[in-house]
């Protein structure tokens, strides 16, 4: 029986946010669909959808970009972002942060997060084992 949730590795990143976000949507009461990226989530708001496989951090800007250009994207201004994390061992987490100051705490390179600093900016973290 696989531990994991999600599909490790690039190129599923999709599929994986997709079933995260099914997940969440099961899991945490009052959550509600915008679209495929975005949920809102009383008292929170409206936040940005990711999902990470990653064991040491997320992934939170792109690369080939000004790294302190900020609020490029529509979901930029919605100030949370909604990440959920598979461990690899059969839990996974819903962290509930805001996006801007994950920007200065970029250490994987120039656009990753280590989880320990996502952790401390968090509003929320919900730990689960899905079946």
Known sequence: ???????????????????????????????SAVDDATLDFP???RCRF???TDEEG???STPGRDDNAFGSQAWHHLDKIMMFR???????????CPIKPLFSMRTI??????WPDIQKLSDTIKVYRPA
């Open 58 to 60: 997320a992934m939170i």
């Open 50 to 52: 990711a999902a990470y």
């Open 1 to 31: 029986m696989a531990k994991t949730f999600l599909q490790s590795g690039n190129g599923h990143q999709l599929a994986n946010r997709r079933k995260a976000m099914a997940f969440a949507l099961v899991n945490l009461e009052g959550a």
């Open 86 to 96: 598979d461990f690899g061992d059969g839990r996974c987490a819903i962290y509930i």
């Open 109 to 114: 390179g120039h656009h990753g997060v280590r």
């Open 43 to 45: 008292p929170y708001g």
